[in-house]
């Protein structure tokens, strides 16, 4: 029998979210707090896949968050990348041309980490440094819930996808995400 999250409100059990995005919820969140969920989970399973076959949910539900660094000349700009579930990110071509740049790659993990105080596997959108830009690809948007990290490696989230584009820097960037 497979297990089951048990989501609950970020509000009442604030521990199972890193600091940095609980504070950001309940900065620019504060009328819709009651609408932001948290499950802790096992932290083997913090992989999509993993995730949603072992929890048995629906991978149409989860989205997953690349910090990338965009690169022209000495100029370096950070943008995370949301994608579905099961989906890869068309870096080389979309967000390249997108954002002028010469190179797009994966951020530097330890850079990342103390950038953003997340922890590895789990960083999400909610709280980046506010010269990030966020790219979603349009699909995220077709479920009316999403679940993504919350910042520590033993709980997910869960909230409306429409509160995404309520964040700093957010831009829709059509064919970000490209069949796996």
Same mark, same amino acid.
């Given at each position: !029998?497979?297990?089951?999250?048990?989501?609950? &409100?970020?509000?009442?059990?604030?521990?199972?979210?890193?600091?940095?995005?609980?504070?950001?919820?309940?900065?620019?969140?504060? /009328?819709?707090?009651?609408?932001?969920?948290? +499950? /802790?989970?096992?932290?083997?399973? !913090?992989?999509?896949? &993993?995730?949603?076959?072992?929890?048995?949910?629906?991978?149409?539900?989860?989205? @997953?968050?690349?910090?990338?660094?965009?690169?022209?000349?000495?100029?370096? @700009?950070?943008? +995370?990348?949301?994608?579905?579930?099961?989906?890869?990110?068309?870096?080389?071509?979309?967000?390249?041309?997108?954002?002028?740049?010469? !190179?797009?790659?994966?951020?530097?993990? /330890?850079?990342?980490?103390?950038?953003?105080? !997340?922890?590895?596997?789990?960083? @999400?959108?909610?709280?980046?440094?506010?010269?990030?830009?966020?790219?979603?690809?349009?699909?995220?948007?077709?479920?009316?819930?999403?679940?993504?990290?919350?910042? $520590?490696?033993?709980? &997910?989230?869960?909230?409306?996808?429409?509160? $995404?584009?309520?964040? /700093?820097?957010?831009?829709? $960037?059509?064919?970000? +995400?490209?069949?796996?």
């Amino acid at each position: !029998m497979k297990e089951k999250l048990d989501f609950v &409100k970020v509000i009442d059990n604030y521990d199972l979210v890193c600091s940095r995005s609980y504070n950001y919820i309940k900065t620019r969140f504060s /009328e819709e707090i009651n609408d932001f969920y948290v +499950a /802790e989970i096992d932290s083997h399973y !913090m992989d999509g896949i &993993k995730l949603f076959e072992h929890y048995d949910i629906s991978n149409y539900l989860g989205v @997953n968050c690349l910090i990338c660094e965009c690169k022209r000349g000495q100029n370096i @700009n950070y943008a +995370a990348l949301l994608v579905p579930t099961g989906y890869r990110y068309n870096m080389s071509s979309t967000v390249r041309k997108h954002t002028n740049s010469r !190179m797009v790659s994966v951020a530097d993990l /330890e850079f990342v980490l103390s950038s953003t105080n !997340m922890e590895y596997g789990s960083i @999400n959108p909610i709280g980046l440094p506010s010269c990030w830009k966020i790219f979603i690809d349009s699909k995220v948007l077709d479920s009316d819930m999403i679940i993504c990290g919350s910042g $520590l490696k033993h709980s &997910k989230l869960l909230l409306p996808s429409r509160f $995404l584009l309520k964040l /700093e820097n957010v831009e829709i $960037l059509s064919g970000l +995400a490209k069949e796996d």
